[in-house]
C-alpha cells in the first residue's frame, strides 16, 4: 500500500469542520486497514458538530467524524480478509473480555471504542483501521453507499429483534428520520402485518410515502394510533409526548421499544396502562451480531438501501453534508463518496 | 344441601360493613357451591371499605368484600369434582371467548368477573358459587388458611414468571407487604442467586426479617440498590422514587416488574437508562394459570404460607380484620375464618 | 337463505367418491352457514381416497371430503359476521374448555372438530356450518383460492414460528410439495436471509424453481445441505433418510421442525449431533392463531397463493382432483370450485 | 511459590494409571496457578482409565486425569484474583475468538481446550494452570470437595436451563447417577413442582432416596411414566429404550433434554409422538455461564453437595478412586483429595 496521504473531515469545535490531513492508521493486531468509499451522515455526526457534545460525550480534542461506513481492504494485515475487498464496517469494537462480551451482548460492553464517539476518531477518511471481524465483506452487487448503511439498517434490525416483530406483527414507528424508515422497512421484511410511520414534519412524510409502508400518518391529525391495533410500537423521535401516545395506542401483552433518545435522562410514562395491558418497554443501544443479517437483507433484495440515499457529496463538502438536513429536509440520507 | 342462611360481609358505603344475610348462591352452569372456610383480607378490600372506590371501580351498591378465599365444595353440580373436595378458588373467571382468552392470557379478558370487584360480589360469606374449573382441588396436607392465600401467591409466582426469575437471579423486591414478601419467598423457590427485600416501615422489616430471604433492607438507611448488583426488579410500593431508584440499580439487560400500583396513571421513569442498559419494563394485571402451580409450590413445602398469617378473626370480626393493617402493623397478613 | 340443495364429494370406500346429496347444515349456537366457494385438495384428502384411513384414523362411513376452504356468509346466525362476508374457514374448531384450549395451544386440544378427519365431514360441499370464530373475513382483493390455501398457509407459517424463523435465518426446506413450497415462502416472508428448498422428483423442482426461492437444491446431485449453513430445518417430505441428512446440516444451536409425517411412528436420528450441537428437534401438529395473520401475509401481497394453484375443477369433477397429483406431478395444488 | 514438585495421576494407557511427577504449569498471558485440592472422580475419567478413549477422542500419549476440580490460588500471575482465594475451576477455555464465543454460546467452541479430553492434561494433579475468568472464586463456607462438584451441577443446571425447568415443572430425571441427581436437585432448586428420578440399579435408588426427591422410580416394575404427566425430561441414563419411553411420557408442548451419552450415534425416536404433541428434543454439550449461578447454588444452601460424596481419597489412591464405581455402588461420586 502506497498511499501517504489521508484526508479526513476532523471537527475541531462547534461548526469548525475541517478537511485536513490525519495520521495514516497502522493496524494493531487483527486489524485491516480499509481504504474507506462511503459515509453516511448520522444526526449525532450533526449534532457534535452543532453542540460539540451529546450528553456527557464531550468533544474535547479535534476528532474524525463518521460512523456509517464502507470501503476496500488495502491491507489486509494477519487477517482472513483478501487485498481488494469490499466491507462494510461495524464502528463499535467491544473488548472481548468483559461480562457482556464473555455473554455475547458486546454492545453493551463498557470498554467499547466505537468511531466519532469522543475520544475516539471516526471513518469520515481516506483510511481507517478496524479489527476484521468487524470488517464485514458485502457482495459485488451491493453499492458502496448501501454498504455504509448496513449501520443505520443495523439499529433497525436491532429494534425490531427487540421488539420480537415477526408474522402478523402490527408495528407503528413514530418518527420519520433514516432510523424511522429503516424501522419500518425492516418490520416489512419480517414480515409483519401492518406498518405505520407516523411523524409530523411534511418533508418527512412526504419521503415516508415514496416507501412501501403500509400507513404513513401524518400525526398532526390528531388520529389515534390506537385504531391500528399496533402491537408493535418503535419509537424513534425521543419525543415525550410521542413515547407516551405511542405506548398507550399498543394492544395488551405489546412491546415498546424505545430507539430515539429524549432530550431529558427521564421521562413521563403511563405507568398504568403498562401495568393493565402489561405491556413490555425496553429500548436499545447501538446493536449486535446484526452485520451479517443486515447484509443478507440487503443482498437478497429484501430492503433498498440506495432508495434512502437523497444526496451524495465528496469529501471536501462534508461540512455541506452535515448542514444538510437543514438545507434540504427532504434528503432522507446524505452520503459522504469520500474518494470523490 | 340444606343450608338456609348465607351470611356475609357486605360494604354498604364508606366505613359502613356489615354482617348480614345474603342470597344462597345458585350455581349456574359448570358452577359448584364452596362452602367457605377461610379468606385472606386484601388491601383492595382496605381500599374499599376506607375510599368505596379504587380508581375507576367504584361501590355504587351494596357488595360482598373479600377474594382471597377457601373452602369445601359442598354442591358439585355437573361438575368433576366430589362434594367435600377443599379448594382454593381463583376468584377471576373469564369469558372464555374473546381473544386474550383464546390465547390463554385470560386475566387480561375485557370480561373477567373477579370477587370484590365491583359490582361483582366477593367471597367474605358463608358460600359462594364458582366455575368449576377455577375451583383448585389442595391436599389435606395444606391449611384453609394457606388455601386461601395461593391467591396472592399467585400474584408473587406471576410477577417472578413476568421476570423470568431462575436459578442464579439476583432478585430486589421493593416494598415489604404481603405481595413483597411473596414475591421474595417465589424468587428464592424459582432459584434466585440471591433476594433482597426493601422496605422504610420498621413493623414491615422486622416481619420480613422472620423470613428466609438472603438480604432485608432498611431503605431508610440511603444504601444504593446497585450495590447488590440485582438483575431482576419486584416493584411492589408503586412509589415513584422507588420505582427509579429500583430500575436505576438494575444491571444491563435487566427486567423490572412493576406489580405495585402508583397514585397516579403516569410516572417518571428513568428512560435513558433504560435505553443504554436496554432494560426491560414490564407490569403484571392479577395472573393467569398459577393456581396449580402455586399449590405445587406450597403442597410440597417450598412455601410456607401459614407463616405470613399474623392474625385470625371470625366472621363478625370482619371490621376489624379490615383495621389490622391500622390496629397492629406487625400483622402481615389477616385471615377471616368464616366458619368460625 | 332459501338453499334447498347441498351438493357435496362423499367418500364411501377406497377409490369411490360419489357427488351427492348432502344434509343441509344447520348452524348451531355460534354457528355461521357458508356457501362455499374454493376447496383446495389436500394430500390427506388423497390419502383416504385412495387408502381409506390415515393411520388410527379410519373412514367406517361415509364422509365428505375437503378442509381447505373458503367461502361467503349466507347465514350469520347470531354471529358479529355479516351475510356475505367472503371468509377463510379455519377447519378445525376445538373444544373451548380443556387444559390446551385454555393456554391458547387449542391446535393440541384431544376434542377437537376437524373437517374431514373421521367421522366428521368435511367442506367439499356447496355448504357448511362453522363456529364463527373459525371463519375468518378476507379482504375482497383475495381471490375465493387463496382464501382456501390460507388453510396449508397456516401450516407452513406455524412451522416457521416453531423454528423461530427470523430476520438473517438460513432455512433449509426438504420436500417441495404445496406445504414444502409454502414454508419455504413463509421463510422469505419472515426475514430469512436464505432460503433453499430440495427435492428429488424434477417435476417438483421445476415448479418450485417458479417461486422466489434462494436455491432449489436437486437432492440427487449429492449435495452436502450442510455447505448452506442453515440453522433452520423445516421437514416437510416424511423421509427418514431425508430427515437425519437435514439434521445432520444444521449449525450448532440449529432448529429442526418436523412437519411430513413419516412412514414409521419411530424413526432413527442423529442424537449425538443433537446433542454435541445442541440442536432443536420439535414437529407441528396442524396450528393455532394463525388465520388472521396468514391472511395479512397474503392481503398485504407479501405471499402469492394464487400462483401455487396448478388447476381448477368443478364440484362435478372432484375425483379428477383427487387424482391430479398422478395425472399431472407439475400440479402443485389443486383446487375445486365447488360452485362451478 | 516455592513448589518444586507437581504429582499428578497420569494415565499411560488402558489400566495404566500412574502417580508421578509432571512438569509445573507454567501460567501463561491471563493465567493463575491453583493448587488443586479435591478432584470429583467423573465417568469419563473412568472410561478413558477402561477403555482408553471416548468415541473419536484417544488417549494416545500419557494424560493427566480429572477435570471435577477445586483449589486454591498460589500464582495470581496479572489476575485481579488474590493469592489465598479459593476457587472452582471450570475445566473448559474458550478460544474467545470463534463465532460460538461471540455469541456468548462458548461451550460450542470448536477450539475449547478442556481438562482431560486427549491431548489435553487434567486436572487430577498438585498444580495447575488456568485462566483466570475460569477460576470462580468461592466462599469459605463451601468445603473443597463442594467446590470441586460445582462442575458436575453445571452439567444438571445446564440441562435445567435448556428444559426451562421453572416454577411448577413436572420433571422426570431417567438414570440415577450423580448428574441424574444433580439434575433432579437443580430442578428442585428452580422450583419445579415435582421432580422424579428412575433408574433400574438398587444401589441408585437406595442413594437416590437419601435425597430430597418427589419420587426416586424403580423402572424395573414397569411403572408408566406418563402416570407422573412429566412435563421435563432430564435424559441421563443414555440408554435407547428409556429415551423413548420417556419422551412417550411427556405431556403435549413438554421437553427432552438427552443429556446422557448413548451408546451409538443415531437412535430410534418416537417421532410421530415428537410431532403429535409438539414436543421439543435437545440436549446438552457441556455448559456455559453456569459456574458463579451453581457457586451462588450451593453457598446459599438450596443445594447440599457434600451429600453427594461417598468416599475420599488420597492423590495416592486415585486407581481404587476410578474403581470405586465397581467396588462399592452406593458411592455416588468418590473425591480424591489431592494434598492428603
Known amino acids: 500500500m502506497a498511499a501517504q496521504s489521508n ?52 468533544v474535547n480534542a479535534p476528532m474524525v467524524l463518521g460512523h456509517e461506513s464502507s470501503g476496500v481492504v488495502v491491507d489486509a494485515g494477519t487477517s482472513s480478509l483478501a487485498v481488494g475487498q469490499r466491507v462494510a464496517i461495524e464502528p463499535g469494537v467491544p473488548c472481548g473480555h468483559c461480562e457482556q462480551c464473555r455473554r455475547g451482548t458486546y454492545n453493551l460492553c463498557p470498554d467499547v471504542v466505537f468511531f466519532a ?74 414480515g409483519a402485518g401492518w406498518v405505520g410511520l407516523a411523524d409530523v414534519h411534511p418533508a418527512r412524510l412526504k419521503v ?33 409526548p410521542v413515547v407516551t401516545a405511542g405506548i398507550k395506542a399498543l394492544k395488551p401483552l405489546g412491546t415498546a421499544v424505545l430507539v430515539g433518545m429524549g432530550a ?24 449486535a451480531h446484526t452485520y451479517p443479517d443486515a447484509i443478507a437483507l440487503v443482498a437478497s433484495g429484501r430492503i433498498d438501501l440506495d ?14 453534508a452535515l448542514k444538510m438536513g437543514q438545507t434540504d429536509p427532504s434528503v432522507l440520507k446524505t452520503v459522504v463518496r469520500v474518494q470523490e
Open 7 to 58: 484526508l479526513a473531515a476532523v471537527l475541531h469545535g462547534i461548526g469548525d469542520l475541517r478537511i485536513e490531513e490525519h495520521p495514516m492508521p497502522v493496524p494493531g493486531p487483527h486489524e485491516v486497514v480499509v481504504e474507506i468509499r462511503s459515509v453516511g451522515i448520522c444526526g449525532s455526526d450533526v449534532h457534535y458538530y452543532e453542540h460539540g457534545r451529546i450528553g456527557d460525550y464531550v
Open 307 to 320: 432508495a434512502l440515499v437523497g444526496a451524495t457529496l465528496p469529501l471536501s463538502d462534508s461540512e455541506a
Open 208 to 240: 415516508a410515502s415514496t416507501f412501501d409502508i403500509d400507513d404513513v400518518i401524518d400525526a398532526r391529525e390528531g388520529k389515534d394510533y390506537a385504531d391500528f391495533e399496533p402491537d408493535v410500537l418503535l419509537e424513534c423521535s425521543g419525543a415525550a
Open 264 to 287: 431529558s435522562a427521564e421521562q413521563s410514562l403511563p405507568v398504568a396502562t403498562i401495568q393493565s395491558r402489561e405491556l413490555t418497554v425496553t429500548g436499545t443501544f447501538r446493536y
Open 117 to 190: 464517539t469522543p475520544p475516539v476518531h471516526g471513518s469520515l477518511a481516506h483510511y481507517v483501521a478496524v479489527h476484521e471481524a468487524f470488517a464485514h465483506p458485502v457482495p459485488d452487487s451491493m453499492s458502496d453507499d448501501a454498504a455504509a448503511l448496513i449501520e443505520p439498517l443495523s439499529v433497525g434490525l436491532w429494534a425490531n429483534q427487540k421488539a420480537g416483530t415477526g408474522i402478523g406483527s402490527r408495528v407503528l414507528v413514530t418518527g420519520a428520520g433514516p432510523i424511522g424508515v429503516l424501522c419500518a422497512l425492516t418490520a416489512r421484511a419480517a
